[in-house]
C-alpha cells in the first residue's frame, strides 16, 4: 500500500469548519464555505473532461477563484502546471509543451497572450476563469485520499542560470514542507499568513498549502502594495508575513518610525540574497526577519535562521528545517569542514524527486539520495549555514575564488548606485576577472566605484571594469539575469 493522508481539503472542511480560511479584500470565506466554493469549481471543470492524471496548466492572477481552481484540480487528481503571467507567450508555451499539457485556464486579463499560445500548441485546449463559470456542474469522485508520491505540481524554476526546469512536486514534498515550517516557526492558535507573493511561485502556493493543514487564515492580496501590507502588519491582524528583499525594501522605506503591532512574528525573508544593510535597519526597527533559504525543488524553505540567531549570526540562512539535512561537498566531493566552501547539497522528504524531460540534469542533480543545489555555501561550526552565491556564477581569478554577490553588496552600499551585477570575463592573465555593471540616475565614474570598493574589498576582488548601463536584465521572477550581462561589454 502507497501511503497517504486525507485529502487535506475534505479533512480541513471537516475538522474545523467554520473557521476562516481566506480574506481577500473585504470578503472573507470558511474552510466550509471554501470547500463548497471548491467542489462547484470542480464540477465545473468536470463537465469539461479535466479528469485524474492530466496535466492542466494554469495562467492565473492572486485571486479567491485561483485558489478554487487549485484545490478543484487536486480534487480531480489533475496535475497543476503552475504558469507565471510575467513571461512572454513563447515562455510560457515552451513550458505547456514541455509538461505535456492538455489544458490552459486562464484570467481573462491574459486573454491575447492565451490566444498567442493557442495559436503555436495546437495541442492545448483554453479556457477563461469566465467560461469556466459559466458551465454546469458535472457530478465527479473526488479523491478520497492522497498519495504522498503522486504529483500534485509541476513548477518552473525562474531561469536565472538557465532555461527553467519543470520541478515535479507530489502531495508528500507540501506536506513535508508545511510539516517542517510549523516545526520551525511553531503554530499559533491566532497565526494568519500575509501572501503577497505570487501564487504561482513556490513561495505563494506553500503558504496555500500550509493554510488548509494548519488550519490558518491565508490574506491575499492581488499584488503587493507596501502601504497595505504595513497597515496589515500594524493591525494586529497579521502574525507571519513571506517577503523577498525588494518587498521588504519598499516596506521598510515607508515605514519611517512606525512599529508593526507585537502580534506580527515572523518576516519570513526568502527567495535570494538578503542585504546585510536591511538585515541591521530590521534590528534596528524590532522587526523579527526570519532568513530563509529554500528553491522550487525544496518546495520553498529548506534552511531557516530565527530571530534569537539572527543578531549573532548576521547574514546566515540558518539552519535545516526539522525533516531536512543538509551538507556543503567540496570540489572533491569531500565532505566539508566547517568555514569551508563548497556546493550545498540537500535531503529531505520536502525534495524533488526531479525535473520532467531532464534525463541529464536529473543525473547531475541527485547524488546518493542527496540534490545537488548548485549554490555555493558554507557551514560554521555550530551548523548555521552561509549562502554565497551560484556555484556556476563563481569567479576563479588567478586560482582565488571571487563571488560576484560579495561585490554587489559592496557596490549597492554606494547611495547613487540603483543596481549592480557582477560577472567573470575572460583574462589572458588570470582566467577570469570580475567585471561591474551599475545602474545610477546620474553619471557616475568608474574610479569613484572603485575607490569605494578598494576600501571594502581585497584587491583581487576589484572589478576591472565598471560599466554603467540602463537597466539590469531580469527575468520573469524579477531576479538578475547576470548571463545576459555579457551583452553589455562592447571592447
Ligand atoms: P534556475 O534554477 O532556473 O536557475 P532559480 O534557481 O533562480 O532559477 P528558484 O527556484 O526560484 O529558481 O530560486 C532558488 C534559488 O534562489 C536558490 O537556488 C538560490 O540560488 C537562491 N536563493 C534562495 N534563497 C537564498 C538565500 N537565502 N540566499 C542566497 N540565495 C538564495
Ligand atoms: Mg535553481
Not at 571594469?465 to 571592447?491: C, D, S, T, W, Y
Request: aromatic letters at 8%; a negative charge.
Amino acid at each position: 500500500m502507497e501511503e497517504s493522508i486525507p485529502n487535506w481539503l475534505m479533512q480541513r472542511a471537516y475538522l474545523t469548519p467554520s473557521r476562516i480560511g481566506l480574506v481577500f479584500r473585504e470578503q472573507s470565506w470558511t474552510f466550509a464555505h471554501m470547500k463548497e466554493c471548491v467542489f462547484n469549481f470542480a464540477g465545473k471543470l468536470s463537465s469539461l473532461s479535466i479528469a485524474e492524471g492530466m496535466r492542466v496548466g494554469i495562467l492565473m492572477k492572486n485571486s479567491p477563484e485561483t485558489i478554487w481552481a487549485i484545490h478543484a484540480l487536486q480534487q480531480l487528481g489533475a496535475e497543476i502546471v503552475f504558469l507565471n503571467h510575467r513571461l512572454t507567450s513563447e515562455e510560457i508555451t515552451f513550458q505547456l509543451e514541455d509538461s505535456e499539457a492538455s489544458i490552459l485556464i486562464y484570467h481573462s486579463d491574459f486573454n491575447d497572450i492565451a490566444h498567442q499560445i493557442h495559436g503555436d500548441y495546437k495541442g492545448i485546449s483554453i479556457y477563461s476563469q469566465v467560461e469556466i463559470e459559466q458551465c454546469t456542474v458535472k457530478k465527479f469522485a473526488n479523491v478520497n485520499e492522497f498519495q504522498l508520491k503522486k504529483t500534485c505540481s509541476i513548477m518552473y524554476t525562474s531561469g536565472t542560470t538557465g532555461k527553467p526546469k519543470g520541478v515535479l512536486q507530489t502531495y508528500g514534498n507540501h506536506w513535508w514542507s508545511a510539516t517542517g515550517s510549523a516545526l520551525n516557526l511553531g503554530l499559533h492558535s491566532d497565526d494568519s499568513w500575509l501572501c503577497a507573493v505570487p501564487l504561482f511561485h513556490i513561495s505563494g502556493l506553500s503558504i496555500l498549502m500550509r493554510s488548509i493543514i494548519y488550519g490558518m487564515p491565508v490574506y491575499l492580496m492581488e499584488q503587493f502594495d507596501e502601504q497595505k501590507a504595513n497597515a496589515l502588519l500594524q493591525s494586529g491582524k497579521i502574525t507571519i508575513m513571506s517577503v523577498v528583499s525588494a518587498m521588504l525594501n519598499r516596506m521598510l522605506n515607508l515605514l519611517n518610525d512606525e512599529k508593526y503591532h507585537e502580534n506580527f512574528r515572523c518576516m519570513l525573508l526568502g527567495g535570494g540574497a538578503a542585504r546585510l544593510h536591511q538585515l541591521e535597519q530590521c534590528r534596528d526597527k524590532g522587526i523579527p526577519v526570519f532568513q530563509t533559504y529554500g528553491m522550487t525543488e525544496t518546495s520553498s524553505q529548506i534552511v531557516t535562521l530565527s530571530p534569537e540567531d539572527s543578531l549573532l549570526k548576521l547574514g546566515s540562512a540558518g539552519k535545516p528545517l526539522f525533516p531536512s539535512q543538509l551538507k556543503i561537498l567540496t570540489e572533491t566531493d569531500r565532505n566539508a569542514v566547517a568555514g569551508e566552501a563548497g556546493e550545498i547539497i540537500v535531503k529531505g522528504p520536502n525534495v524533488t524527486q526531479g525535473y520532467i524531460n531532464r534525463i541529464e540534469a536529473n543525473d547531475k542533480a541527485f547524488v546518493d539520495g542527496w540534490f545537488r543545489t548548485g549554490d555555493i555555501g558554507y557551514v560554521d561550526k555550530e551548523g548555521f549555514l552561509y549562502v554565497l552565491d551560484r556555484r556556476s556564477d563563481l569567479i576563479i581569478s588567478g586560482g582565488e575564488n571571487i563571488y560576484p554577490a560579495e561585490i554587489e553588496e559592496v557596490i549597492l552600499e554606494m547611495d547613487e548606485i540603483k543596481e549592480a551585477g557582477v560577472i567573470g570575463v575572460e583574462d589572458a592573465i588570470w582566467g577570469k576577472v570580475p567585471y561591474a555593471f551599475i545602474v545610477s540616475d546620474r553619471r557616475l565614474e568608474e574610479v569613484d566605484v572603485l575607490n569605494y570598493c578598494r576600501t571594502k574589498l581585497a584587491a583581487y576582488k576589484l572589478p576591472k571594469r565598471v560599466i554603467q548601463i540602463e537597466a539590469i536584465p531580469r527575468n520573469g521572477a524579477n531576479k538578475v539575469m547576470r548571463r545576459h550581462l555579457l551583452q553589455f561589454i562592447h571592447e
